[in-house]
C-alpha cells in the first residue's frame, strides 16, 4: 500500500470523513479521521484487502476484546470499505477495497518523545514510564494473549485528560498463548521465525524459540537499557549486506552481551529485572508485582537525586497513570522550544572494550540453533 494515496474527504463507514495521513503502522498507513456529526478526530488505520499477510481485522477483534482495560485505545470502527486511491502524482483515481479500523487518536510515541528529549529521560521519568508498561502488558498476559513486539514506537501517550497515560498499539502480532476454555498452553517449539523488532527481541525468540509471556517482558528490559543508556545498545548500527546477516549479528552480539556489562553504570535492580526474565520457563507465569517492585527500589533509592540534569521528575500514582508535575519532554519544549524530530541513527557502540573476565554472557537454556528466516521489523 506504501504506492496508494488514499483522497482525503472520503466517507468511511457513512460515520468518518477522511483527512490527512500522518504515518505508517506494521502492517498499513494511519489516517486521521473526523466524525461527520460530532466532529471528533480519530486514527484511521488501513490495509489493503489485497494484502499477503492480513492482519489488521484480526488486530480489531483483538483490540474488541481488550476495550475497557487502562492504556487501551477506544475501538470506534473497524470493517471492509471502498475508498478512492490516488497511486501516481495527478494520475487517476481508482476505487479499491481496505480493511479499516478507527480508533482513538493517541499523542506522541516513547520514541518521539526521547528525541525530543535529546535521546535522555531522567531516572524517575523512565521508571514511570516503565511501570505503566508493565502493566500494560500485564493486562495483554492477563487477556490472554502475547505482544511479540515491545518497543518505544508502540507505547503512546494519550492526547488531553489522558496526556499522562501510557497507551500500548499495534496487537497485529500478538498471539493467544493459552486456550481460555482448557487452560492450556501452547506447546514449546524451536522451529519459529522471528517474529517482533529485532532490536528488542528476547535471545530465545532469536533462536527461534516459541514466544511466551516471559519474552514480552524480556523484550521490555531491553527498552528500559535503551532508555536508559541514551538510545544506545550494544547491537546497534552493526553492519551487514542482508538483513538476515543483520539479524543474526544482533543475535550474536546480545547472546555474547553479559547482563552485567548491558547494565553498566546502572541500578543494580536493572540486572535483576533481567536476570529474572531470563529465569523464567516457557510456561511460568510472571511475577509483576516483582518487577514493579525492583521499579519502585529504584525510585525510592534515586528519590532525591537528579540524575540527567532535569529539574522535574514524573511520579507514578496508584493507578499507574503519570503524576502532575512536568515531564521531560515538557520541560525541553518550554526551554528549547524544540520540535520532535526523526529518530537518529546511532553509532555501533565499542563492544570489545565493555567485557571483561569477570563476566560471562547470558547463556539461554535450551535451543542452540542458528537464526532462521524470519517475519521481522527493521532494526
Known amino acids: 500500500m506504501s504506492d496508494a494515496r488514499l483522497v482525503p474527504g472520503c466517507v468511511i463507514g457513512g460515520l468518518w470523513t477522511l483527512g490527512r495521513r500522518i504515518g505508517n503502522g506494521s502492517f498499513g498507513e494511519i489516517y486521521i479521521g473526523r466524525d461527520i456529526e460530532t466532529g471528533r478526530e480519530a ?6 484487502c489485497k494484502a499477503k499477510h492480513p492482519q489488521l481485522a484480526y ?4 483490540l474488541r476484546r481488550l476495550q475497557g482495560g487502562e492504556g487501551i485505545a477506544q475501538l470506534y470502527y473497524s470493517g471492509v470499505v471502498e475508498v478512492m486511491v490516488c497511486r501516481v502524482v495527478n494520475g487517476p483515481l481508482t476505487k479499491e477495497c481496505f480493511t479499516v479500523m478507527v480508533t482513538e487518536l493517541l499523542g506522541p510515541s516513547l520514541e518521539d518523545l526521547f528525541c525530543l528529549c535529546d535521546r535522555s529521560f531522567s531516572l524517575h521519568t523512565l521508571l514511570s514510564l516503565m511501570e505503566q508498561m508493565l502493566r ?3 493486562f495483554l498476559h492477563r487477556n490472554l494473549f502475547i505482544h511479540r513486539d515491545i518497543k518505544p514506537e508502540n507505547f503512546l501517550l494519550g492526547r488531553n485528560e489522558k496526556s499522562k497515560v501510557l497507551y500500548m498499539i499495534d496487537f497485529g502480532l500478538a498471539k493467544r498463548y493459552q486456550d481460555p476454555r482448557t487452560g492450556e498452553h501452547i506447546p514449546y517449539r524451536e522451529d ?16 527461534g524459540i516459541e514466544q511466551s509471556r516471559r519474552d514480552d517482558l524480556e523484550a521490555a528490559g531491553y527498552v528500559m537499557l535503551y532508555f536508559a543508556r541514551n538510545g544506545m545498545l550494544p547491537w546497534q ?13 544482533i543475535m550474536e552480539r546480545k547472546l555474547a552481551t553479559p547482563v552485567e556489562v548491558l547494565c553498566q553504570d546502572q541500578p543494580r535492580e536493572f540486572i535483576q529485572y533481567l536476570r529474572y526474565c531470563h529465569s523464567l520457563r516457557f510456561t511460568d507465569e510472571p511475577d509483576y ?13 534515586h528519590r532525591t537525586t537528579a540524575t540527567s540534569g532535569h529539574s522535574s521528575a514524573l511520579t507514578a500514582t496508584s493507578a499507574g497513570a503519570l503524576a502532575d508535575s512536568p515531564a521531560d519532554w515538557n520541560c525541553a519544549r518550554t526551554t528549547t522550544g524544540k520540535k520532535i524530530r526523526k529518530r537518529e541513527k546511532t553509532d555501533v557502540v565499542p563492544f570489545a572494550s565493555l567485557l571483561s573476565k569477570d563476566h560471562s554472557p547470558y547463556r539461554p537454556r535450551g535451543s542452540t540453533q542458528q537464526l532462521r528466516g524470519s517475519a521481522v521489523r527493521e532494526e
Open 43 to 48: 486514527a484511521m488505520k488501513f490495509e489493503s
Open 59 to 62: 488486530e480489531a477483534k483483538l
Open 136 to 138: 500494560r502488558i500485564e
Open 192 to 207: 519459529k521465525s522471528l517474529t517482533g523488532t529485532a532490536r528488542y527481541a528476547s535471545i530465545n525468540a532469536h533462536l
Open 237 to 249: 548500527g552493526l553492519k551487514a549486506s542482508k538483513k538476515q546477516e543483520k539479524y543474526s549479528l
Open 289 to 301: 508485582p516483582h518487577l514493579r517492585r525492583l521499579l519502585q527500589l529504584v525510585r525510592m533509592q
